[in-house]
């Protein structure tokens, strides 16, 4: 009984926040949110450049041990095609499949484009970035092996 007394006493504003306080809130956190967001995604875009990167990495692998068996790169025409499923022209030299799985578009969803000769070397992988145009800067620019 004397507990029920107590809290009547402390009367209506002990019952819960203010709106006041709840806006305060409200704005500490949509600051916090102004602040971590566009750092997040900025990693979030470092990251996908990353993993493109990576898996050209990778093709270049697999298609130095295409060479290694059939003697030659890919052409243009066989692409990257040519690492799951044995081109007419390999032959019986071809001891694939090269890769895995089969060859993933790069991380913004668009395929990579094979040329053999490339512009600088024997080949060339290339990932349009972000946006799928030729050049661009930032995210949007081209990731080449070359």
């Known amino acids: 009984m004397q507990v029920a007394q107590k809290h009547r006493s402390m009367g209506p504003r002990a019952a819960g926040f203010t709106l006041l306080e709840l806006l305060v809130v409200i704005v500490i956190i ?25 898996q050209i990495e990778a093709f270049e692998k697999s298609l130095d041990t295409f060479r290694l068996d059939v003697g030659r790169y890919p052409s243009t025409e066989e692409g990257l095609a040519a690492l799951q499923v044995a081109p007419a022209t390999a032959g019986a030299k071809w001891n694939g499949p090269y890769m895995k799985k ?10 990579y ?17 972000r946006d799928g145009k030729p050049n661009g800067t930032g995210e949007d620019a081209d990731i080449s092996s070359q």
């Open 102 to 111: 089969s060859v993933p578009p790069d991380p913004w969803g668009h395929a």
């Open 30 to 54: 949509g600051l916090l949110a102004a602040y971590v967001g566009p750092k997040y995604f900025a990693q979030l875009g470092k990251s996908e450049v990353t993993i493109a990167k990576a």
């Open 113 to 129: 484009q094979y040329k053999a000769p490339g512009s600088k070397a024997e080949f060339e992988i290339l990932s349009l970035g």
